[in-house]
């Protein structure tokens, strides 16, 4: 496993912030993460060796929060949310479209590695009903319409 | 007409030419609390605090004041502040603005805190999906810094301070307080059971730790300007300072309005605040305080007796919306997401969302959670899937009865009072649902499986 550079300044910079090394365990999952797209089993040997822990040090916390992921997403990684307040606000029917116009069923990675789609839990912004996010950025009040026009721009790329 | 909000907390939050830079902020008097409660004597802060009277924002509710009063300062060992920005109780977006618009605040709370108590090292466990936050608050605690607001000896004071941002990963069981220290301390967030491990006392690293919300931690600097007493006149007796509720559902203007504690009822609330309900559409029900509190159904009535004895008896518009009220009918304030439902909801689809969330979030520690909140689950699930059953509210109701109070922590009620309340509530929908199936299969038509909320 080949980190960047940045990545291992990062992790190299943050672990002494900490008063016990092991409290870094879920920031270097993140960085290492962010780094490969996944954590991979050699990840996971890598972060635990990091932090003098087990790998089943590291494979527990991996299989117990949700954004960690053992395999990569596609290029584009939808996440809408479900829960009762989006859900009030027509989540569903809006994940039923972008199943439709992105060709893919939610909990899956379409055929062709671009788009995952997936439903998650609340993302704190019920405000503002129906909430998507594509990567790191949060799209909101995203009725029919509104997804219609993101799948659109996932699908050329213009997103 | 429309009330007019009181913005305490939110005072600068969306103000036209506001930015969450330092230099806007102590353009607008930011720091100079800091400023202040470094020449206090730390004991001072904590009376004012205690003074204030003001409760936890996070969901309990507990007086801010009287957790600190629990911190073991004789111990010897280092005291750590922990900022729970975990916010992930569903309905509530609160922190998120504080966070993305008025960092600093944040900040400059935390600061008079981790001097009140003592700390040298705080913590924002931050919640992971906050990515844009994260990075603000890392980029606000640099511009601290630079100061000399934050860090080493703090404006000469002699007091040092670090903050570390530390990023959660999609689970809602980290806004459990010892779950969050778990989570912290580098493990899966399991909470640890009270007693021992009360965090005043044996908290992060087993030394004595204070974890307040977001929203409480911000308080603490306004209680140091206008001091504690003047702080405990805002609102009413018991339920002190301001809150911020958090509309969602079927209102015209869902979003964040902040007023002082029982300054308004809940028909307030949605009708003249958020804009009523959407055009032709009646109040079914309000989940009050994020999505563990219980339902109320709009046409109960609410008679008891308050704390200090007055006896009251209200329709749902009626209630005032502050702690105790909310308490009185039945409920919670919690974190202070108030989630509207019209007509329009079918209540089994809106409990079947709310036990998925459950099922989803359970830690797996407790049996009776780990495996009761996802057969509740499978319940309302098949429910919806065309094949529910006259006897499945009691069913439901009987697997929430052997969750609740039978679990490390309060995530064993918090997954069973939605149970509970919407089968008290609503028991008369669960059963016409199954009739009505019954009599679809009767008369040999496929199941109705159409939902729209699950």
């Known amino acids: 496993m080949e980190l960047k550079p940045e990545t291992i300044e990062k992790i190299d910079r943050l672990i002494p912030r900490y008063p016990v090394m092991r409290s870094a365990a879920l920031p270097l999952c993140h960085l290492v993460q962010e780094d490969q797209g996944y954590l991979s089993d050699e990840a996971i040997e890598w972060i635990a060796a990091r932090l003098e822990l087990e790998p089943i040090n590291i494979a527990e916390i991996v299989t117990f929060y949700p954004m960690l992921r053992r395999e990569p997403t596609g290029e584009y990684h939808v996440r809408v949310c479900r829960t009762l307040p989006c859900a009030l606000g027509g989540a569903y029917q809006t994940c039923r479209r972008l199943e439709e116009e992105l060709n893919v069923k939610v909990g899956h990675t379409s055929e062709d590695g671009k788009v995952t789609l997936e439903f998650v839990e609340c993302h704190a912004d019920c405000g503002k009903a129906p909430v998507v996010m594509v990567g790191e950025r949060e799209y909101t009040d995203v009725g029919l319409e509104a997804a219609s026009e993101l799948a659109a721009k996932i699908k050329n790329g213009s997103l | ?454």
């Open chain 2, 1 to 454: 007409m429309a009330l007019e909000e009181q913005r305490l907390i939110f005072k600068h939050i969306d103000a036209p030419g506001y930015t969450r830079d330092i230099d806007c902020y102590l353009k607008h008097g930011g720091y100079e609390q800091l400023k202040k409660a470094v020449t206090m004597k730390p004991e001072d802060i904590c009376a004012e605090v205690t003074a204030s009277g003001v409760r936890g924002r996070g969901g309990a509710g507990f007086p801010a004041g009287v957790k600190w009063k629990f911190l073991d300062r004789k111990s010897g060992k280092p005291i750590y502040l922990i900022c729970n920005a975990d916010e992930s109780e569903p309905g509530t977006f609160k922190d998120r603005q504080i966070i993305h618009k008025d960092p600093h605040q944040l900040i400059e709370g935390m600061l008079c805190s981790a001097f009140a108590i003592q700390a040298k090292l705080a913590f924002i466990y931050i919640r992971g999906e906050f990515f844009e936050g994260y990075r603000i608050l890392e980029e606000a605690i640099e511009e601290a810094r630079a100061k000399n607001l934050l860090g080493d000896n703090i404006l000469g004071s002699g007091y040092s301070c670090d903050i570390i941002v530390h990023r959660g990963a999609g689970a809602y069981i980290c806004g459990e307080e010892t779950g969050l220290i778990e989570s912290l301390e580098g493990n899966r967030a399991n909470p640890r059971i009270k007693p021992p491990y009360f965090p005043a006392a044996l908290g992060l690293y087993q030394c004595p730790t204070i974890v307040n919300n977001v929203e409480t931690l911000c308080d603490v600097k306004h209680i140091i300007e206008l001091g504690g007493e003047a702080f405990s006149k805002i609102g009413t007796p018991g339920n002190t300072g301001t809150r911020i509720w958090c509309v969602s559902g079927h209102v015209q203007k869902p979003g964040y309005y902040e007023f002082p504690c029982a300054a308004l009822t809940l028909g307030q609330l949605i009708n003249d605040v958020c804009g009523g309900l959407k055009p032709g559409r009646k109040l079914k029900a309000v989940i009050p305080g994020g999505s563990s509190s219980k339902i109320l159904r709009a046409d109960e009535r609410f008679k008891g007796k308050l704390k200090d004895g007055t006896e009251f008896d209200w329709g749902i518009e009626d209630i005032p919306m502050d702690f105790d009220s909310l308490a009185a009918v039945g409920s919670m304030s919690g974190s202070g997401g108030v989630i509207i439902m019209d007509d329009s909801t079918d209540m089994v689809e809106a409990l079947a969302n709310i036990n998925y969330f459950y099922a989803h979030e359970s830690c797996g520690q407790c049996t009776p959670c780990r495996e009761g909140v996802p057969w509740m689950r499978k319940v309302t699930a098949r429910m919806c899937a065309g094949e529910a059953r006259e006897e499945d509210a009691d069913l439901l109701n009987g697997i929430a009865d052997q969750i609740a109070g039978r679990t490390i922590c309060a995530f064993g009620e918090a997954a069973a009072w939605p149970v509970q309340s919407f089968i008290a509530k609503f028991k008369d929908e669960f059963v016409e649902k199954a009739k009505e199936q019954a009599s679809r299969r009767k008369e040999g038509k496929p199941a109705a499986t159409e939902t729209t909320l699950i």
